[in-house]
């Protein structure tokens, strides 16, 4: 699964705007502050090709990542971020809207990593999508963020957060349509745990 080489596509503003889908595509979503820049630019080996943006505003665009590999090529697609508190409804709507499309239509997506952080319980917008993925039939990976940060926190309590994390998933899955949870990760951009796993299980989804 090692990464030969990462190049940055384009960045599109609406679904027409994508890259003609030629290649099986991992999408990656998150609540804004999840840290989604971070691990993109974690599996990209990149400091900084996704922008960890101090500035919500600006993160309004689909953009592919080309990742070439000993098993094959696929993109990386690292989608808008969403639950902003402080952006107007509209454009909240129109993220969601974009996004949705994305997510619906797009016929090369093999799966979608909805980062959840795992230094907070998960919030009711992390449900919520995971309930739309579910009810629409879209493959989910669950992937866990901040897991050096939140080590840190229970280190000295007596639950296993691992545990804990799940549960809380596997609460908000009761009402689907599943035979089974979708795979979880943990992950630390600052550690970089999980990032073997995370490639690893996308190269074992073998679409490409
Ligand atoms: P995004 O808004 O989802 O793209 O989130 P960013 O990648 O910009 O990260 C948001 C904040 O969380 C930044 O201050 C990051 O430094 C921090 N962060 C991201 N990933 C990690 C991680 O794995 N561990 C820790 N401790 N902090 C992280």
Same mark, same amino acid.
């Given at each position: 699964?090692?990464?030969?080489?990462?190049?940055?596509?384009?960045?599109?503003?609406?679904?027409?705007?994508?890259?003609?889908?030629?290649?099986?595509?991992?999408?990656?979503?998150?609540?804004?502050?999840?840290?989604?820049?971070?691990?993109?630019?974690?599996?990209?080996?990149?400091?900084?090709?996704?922008?960890?943006?101090?500035?919500?505003?600006?993160?309004?665009?689909?953009?592919?990542?080309?990742?070439?590999?000993?098993?094959? +090529?696929?993109?990386?697609? %690292? /989608?808008?971020?969403?639950?902003?508190?402080?952006?107007?409804?509209?454009? =909240?709507?129109?993220?969601?809207?974009?996004? @949705?499309?994305?997510?619906?239509? @797009?016929?090369?997506?093999?799966?979608?990593?909805?980062?959840? %952080?795992?230094?907070?319980?998960?919030? =009711?917008?992390d449900?919520e999508c995971l %309930?739309w /993925?579910?009810?629409?039939?879209?493959?989910?990976?669950?992937?866990?963020?901040?897991?050096?940060? =939140?080590?840190?926190?229970?280190?000295?309590? @007596?639950?296993?957060?691992?545990?804990?994390?799940?549960?809380?998933?596997?609460?908000?899955? %009761?009402?689907?349509?599943?035979?089974? /949870?979708?795979?979880?990760?943990?992950?630390? +951009?600052?550690?970089?745990?999980?990032?073997?796993?995370? /490639?690893?299980?996308?190269? +074992?989804? =073998?679409?490409?």
């Open positions: 699964a090692t990464v030969k080489s990462v190049e940055f596509v384009q960045a599109c503003a609406s679904l027409a705007g994508c890259p003609k889908p030629t290649l099986p595509e991992i999408a990656v979503i998150g609540r804004s502050n999840v840290g989604k820049s971070s691990l993109v630019n974690m599996l990209t080996n990149r400091k900084s090709i996704a922008k960890t943006s101090k500035n919500p505003g600006k993160t309004q665009t689909i953009n592919h990542y080309k990742m070439i590999t000993g098993a094959g +090529s696929y993109y990386l697609v %690292d /989608l808008p971020g969403y639950g902003f508190a402080n952006a107007p409804e509209a454009l =909240r709507e129109k993220w969601a809207e974009f996004t @949705r499309e994305y997510l619906l239509k @797009r016929e090369t997506l093999i799966t979608v990593m909805l980062l959840i %952080d795992s230094t907070v319980k998960p919030q =009711r917008l449900l %309930d /993925l579910g009810a629409a039939g879209i493959p989910v990976t669950i992937v866990f963020t901040k897991v050096d940060k =939140r080590k840190k926190i229970a280190a000295g309590k @007596r639950a296993n957060p691992q545990e804990t994390m799940e549960e809380f998933c596997r609460e908000a899955m %009761d009402n689907w349509d599943w035979d089974e /949870l979708p795979p979880m990760i943990y992950t630390s +951009s600052e550690t970089a745990e999980g990032k073997r796993e995370v /490639l690893n299980h996308i190269a +074992s989804l =073998r679409q490409f």
